[in-house]
């Protein structure tokens, strides 16, 4: 089974300029997260969806920072303008509940890097 | 704000020697989960201890869960080289919130 796709896995680009991350969750899965993860801190929840619906957002810079998940199948996380503070590994995971519990499956993560 | 907070921040051990790491948490829960991260592997769910469980084992790992001290432990046996990375708490309602991880490395 394929597990969670990323891309890309890298990026370098220089602050004010925009860029995306996109997400392929495992099949089947209705759950999707997007995840920020600075250097030696755990993983911080930015988005949740449920299908297409954004259940929960609380968390993302609403000011730069957009996502979509169009059919309920791929994702795409934008920053736009980036800045030097938002770098960071961008980790998407996906779930599926099971007798109440989500476990998440993590992908690969894409490493940004603002210059 | 994170819930989970791992503690120690840092181990280093043995080739084969147990290691043990901590996690506390604030609010009530409906489960906590550890997670293991890697450069090789990303971030991998291990096991999942629900809040009525006190004690969970999988393989090597043995994870225990006192709610009334709103704290987690989690064993790991005989441990490798291939164990070497950063573990990490979540805690569920609603969302998981992961604590800053414990950076375990097993020394050869």
């Known amino acids: 089974e394929a597990g969670v796709v990323q891309s890309p896995r890298y990026k370098i680009i220089e602050k004010k300029q925009p860029v995306a991350f996109w997400c392929n969750p495992i099949s089947g899965h209705n759950t999707l997260y997007w995840y920020r993860q600075n250097l030696g801190q755990g993983p911080e929840l930015l988005i949740r969806?449920?299908?297409?619906?954004?259940?929960?957002d609380s968390q993302l810079p609403k000011d730069r920072f957009s996502a979509e998940r169009l059919k309920g199948v791929d994702s795409t996380l934008k920053i736009q303008p980036a800045e030097l503070g938002d770098s960071a590994v961008y980790l998407c995971?996906?779930?599926?509940?099971?007798?109440?519990?989500?476990?998440?499956?993590f992908g690969p993560g894409t490493r940004l890097t603002v210059t | 704000s994170q819930q989970g907070e791992e503690d120690p921040q840092a181990l280093s051990i043995q080739e084969g020697e147990n290691a043990t790491m901590n996690c506390s948490y604030k609010t009530s829960i409906n489960n906590l989960q550890w997670y293991r991260q890697n450069s090789g592997r990303g971030l991998v769910h291990l096991i999942l201890i629900r809040s009525n469980e006190r004690e969970k084992h999988s393989g090597r790992l043995r994870v225990t869960l006192d709610t009334s001290k709103k704290s987690s432990s989690l064993l790991i046996t005989a441990s490798r080289a291939a164990d070497t990375a950063s573990y990490f708490c979540?805690?569920?309602?609603?969302?998981?919130?992961f604590g800053q991880g414990t950076r375990l490395t097993i020394n050869p």
């Open positions: 995971a996906s779930s599926f509940p099971w007798e109440g519990v989500y476990e998440q499956y």
């Open positions: 979540a805690t569920e309602p609603q969302k998981l919130v």
């Open positions: 969806y449920e299908n297409e619906e954004a259940v929960d």
